[in-house]
Nanobody
């Protein structure tokens, strides 16, 4: 049974940084991808970044390029989202998602499995 659990959210001032973690369990191979999504109040959920576990290839949405970095630690079954230069508009619940046999190209996003989410609030 695949499970995803996010952590690392919290309150941070504008310009600050946070690192989110997504621990994945239940995968029997490295042939899958994990993405970070976010959903702000009153807005649709949007993809932020994606990483293919097998080869580490990545994709970033325009809103994340230059400020966010996605990475993986296969030994810990964990994917990270390092978020720098945070802005109030980054405030949202951040979710990680996963899908088998998915490649991170930006055309589609992995969405078969979801974690419960972690709140990120950027405010002074």
């Amino acid at each position: 049974q695949v499970q995803l659990v996010e952590s690392g959210g919290g309150l941070v001032q504008p310009g600050g940084s946070l690192r989110l973690s997504c621990v994945a369990s239940g995968f029997t191979s490295d042939y899958y991808a994990i993405a970070w999504f976010r959903q702000a109040p009153g807005k649709e959920r949007e993809g932020v970044s994606c990483i293919s576990i097998s080869d580490g290839s990545t994709y970033y949405a325009e809103s994340a390029r230059g400020r966010f970095t996605i990475s993986r630690d296969n030994a810990k079954n964990t994917v990270y989202l390092q978020m720098n230069s945070l802005k109030p508009e980054d405030t949202a619940v951040y979710y990680c998602s996963a899908e088998f046999a998915h490649f991170c190209t930006g055309d589609t996003w992995p969405d078969d499995y979801w974690g419960p989410g972690t709140q990120v609030t950027v405010a002074s």
